[in-house]
């Protein structure tokens, strides 16, 4: 009986570990993920890489492709017909 | 003879801790303010109010509130908001600076830094009884002893009370706990009942103290080992301990149980979050690494500490794995000791192991190095011991002995001379074995007691206002408080204010991602003049303003 709840005791706290050290410790790690993809820091680098962006596209002489320019214009062109339809 | 060797050999260590006992008075002075000292000095007062309003002592009431509300910082916390630290070292601490009518802020601060010290005495006092009860020699219980003062950072932190305080009521705890082992008398049981009762107060985590009680309770009852007047007096030990908690815990007096339950959790909420800077990369303290504990304590104590504490627990370890792999059903003795010694190293290495396990999965909050754990050195230094025991028990040759003992002792001198390079910054020390870049790609001066010696030395020879901004989140007007009265009139701290700025203190202390948040950015028109280094460790630069 002794060694059987010593085994028992062993064992449960044995796999308590492993649990943590392996699912334990990925879940840790997408919580950290999500905490560092929401942290402020992360909020204002990802501001700062799109202001940078913006004026790197400012810049350039043409910002979008021409086959984009087509799509763009038809695109504006058909919500501009259902807005004026209503 | 005997007995003249005998007189001899206590001599010696009378004078030993004699030295020690009067190099912390004479150095005491020199430590700065650390920033939480004005939140405990707080602490302090608010529940010296609180006692104070039991009793009909007016004029001390009068005196202890108008203390408490001329506590004031922008940026502190309200003891109101959060008065769940206990009262062992604040009342005390207070109740002196009324008695003694000290009311220059240096000198109440010096006084905190003297009473600190005076707990970390009495701890290593009983840090030798320890070893003596466990060991029973003088020569190993004082090399052990030295283990336990000589490592670096606990030595520079004695003065700093936090986490020292529980360092050195926990040491209490265990000598009473060795006791309780020796006799499970009544006087024992309520020794170690009111000590462990006072470690719980000063942090949660003393409540391992009873636990692991029950746990070699419910190991011997296993082996049909308790009887019924070793239940009663478990029982009636843990009568004690929360008797007492409540008694010396004023926190817990309006409901104790709710109020006992709600600081587990405040384990998980109320613990700062912050950024720590840990091997050159902001962390948050949310997630902690798994290799944060062991690297900070790797690299922060003394090459000798780490190995001989590794052949120790190994030694230890090896021995008590042996014995759980050999339990057998029916045994003449316990499972895992055979002697009252087993049972007291079975104690340390249960109690060491099994929190340096918790803190690692239940993914602790630390911060500030290892410095919220520094109770641990009581199991390292138990652990190295245990090892030179074993060394020096084997052995025989007197010419041998001798020949380690002095070895050992070149390596204390070797200690205690980059203890006095690091005077009195002993907090922040790193050992030789990392380069000065790993030095100073971890968190440098957390309690800013740079501050205090910065402001002195600019404000001495000064005679108009200087305005210092702070590039880190170091609280440097508190470190104000540490310098004359005088010299603080000329110096205005505006935080963040750069072009306010004459000045810039900056360290390596943020709670921020300093990489990514440029909040602690020193502006174009300002230049280093000055930067204060210790052994490679940068413990803060100083910018000064080119266009006025």
């Known amino acids: 009986m002794k060694i059987f709840i010593y085994k028992t005791l062993f064992v449960f706290i044995l796999i308590y570990i492993l649990f943590q050290l392996t699912i334990g410790l990925t879940i840790k790690k997408i919580k950290e993920e999500i905490y560092n993809f929401k942290s402020k820091e992360n909020i204002e680098l990802i501001k700062k890489k799109l202001r940078s962006e913006l004026e790197a596209s400012i810049k350039k002489d043409k910002i979008l492709d021409k086959d984009d320019v087509e799509l763009f214009n038809k695109f504006l062109k058909k919500l501009n017909n259902e807005l004026q339809s209503k | ?88 070292f604040d009342v005390p601490a207070a109740l002196l600076e009324l008695l003694l009518k000290i009311d220059e802020p240096k000198k109440y601060y010096q006084l905190r830094h003297l009473l600190s010290f005076i707990f970390f005495f009495i701890g290593s006092v009983f840090f030798f009884k320890i070893l003596m009860n466990r060991f029973k020699k003088k020569d190993i219980s004082l090399i052990g002893t030295s283990f336990y003062i000589l490592s670096p950072r606990i030595y520079g932190d004695s003065f700093l009370y936090k986490d020292i305080i529980f360092l050195s009521i926990s040491t209490i705890s265990i000598y009473f706990f060795f006791k309780v082992i020796d006799k499970f008398s009544y006087k024992n049981i309520i020794f170690f009942a009111l000590s462990a009762s006072a470690a719980t107060s000063a942090r949660i985590i003393g409540i391992y103290f009873p636990i692991i009680l029950v746990v070699l309770f419910l190991i011997e009852i296993l082996n049909k080992k308790g009887n019924k007047e070793y239940l009663i007096k478990n029982l009636l030990f843990l009568l004690f301990f929360f008797f007492f908690l409540i008694i010396q815990w004023p926190y817990l007096w309006q409901s104790p149980f709710n109020n006992f339950l709600l600081l587990f959790n405040s384990l998980k909420t ?81 109690t060491f192991t099994s929190i340096f396990i918790f803190i690692i999965i239940q993914n602790i909050k630390l911060y500030n190095g290892w410095r919220l ?18 060394f020096f028990f084997k052995i025989k040759s007197f010419k041998k002995k001798t020949f380690f003992y002095l070895v050992l002792i070149i390596i204390f001198s070797m200690i205690i001379q980059k203890m006095i390079v690091y005077h009195p910054f002993q907090s922040l020390y790193f050992n030789s074995l990392i380069t000065k870049k790993a030095k100073n790609s971890y968190e440098g001066d957390y309690h800013g007691l740079g501050g205090s010696k910065f402001l002195f030395e600019i404000s001495k020879d000064n005679s108009e206002i200087i305005n210092i901004a702070v590039a880190s989140h170091t609280p440097l007007q508190r470190s104000k408080e540490f310098i004359d009265i005088e010299l603080g009139k000329f110096i205005n701290i505006v935080g963040q204010e750069y072009y306010k700025a004459d000045y810039i203190y900056k360290n390596n202390i943020s709670e921020v991602n300093s990489y990514l948040n440029k909040k602690y950015d020193i502006p174009n028109d300002f230049i280093k003049i000055e930067e204060f280094i210790i052994d490679g460790i940068s413990i803060y630069e100083i910018y000064k303003k080119t266009i006025k």
Request: aromatic share 24%; with cysteine; net charge positive.
């Open chain 2, 1 to 88: 003879m005997n007995s003249i060797k005998k007189n001899y050999v206590d001599l010696v260590i009378f004078f030993y801790f004699f030295v020690f006992f009067v190099i912390g008075l004479i150095t005491a002075k020199d430590y700065g303010i650390h920033i939480e000292e004005k939140f405990h000095r707080s602490n302090g007062f608010y529940w010296l109010n609180y006692l104070l309003s039991f009793t009909n002592l007016d004029q001390l009431k009068d005196v202890s509130l108008d203390k408490y509300n001329k506590i004031y910082d922008y940026t502190l916390s309200q003891v109101s908001h959060y008065n769940k630290y206990g009262i062992i």
């Open chain 2, 373 to 390: 754990v520094y109770f641990l050195n009581i199991f390292l230094v138990y652990i190295i011991t245990y090892f030179l025991y074993l």
């Open chain 2, 270 to 350: 109320d613990l700062i979050s912050v950024k720590i800077l840990f091997d050159e990369k902001f962390i948050s303290n949310e997630f902690m690494p798994l290799n944060y504990l062991h690297t900070w304590i790797f690299i922060s104590t003394p090459p000798l500490h780490t190995i001989l504490f590794c052949l120790g627990y190994f030694y230890l370890f090896k021995r008590f794995l042996f014995k759980f792999l050999n339990i057998e059903n029916k045994s003449k003795f316990d499972d895992f000791w055979h002697s009252k010694n087993e049972k007291k190293d079975f104690t340390i290495l249960i």
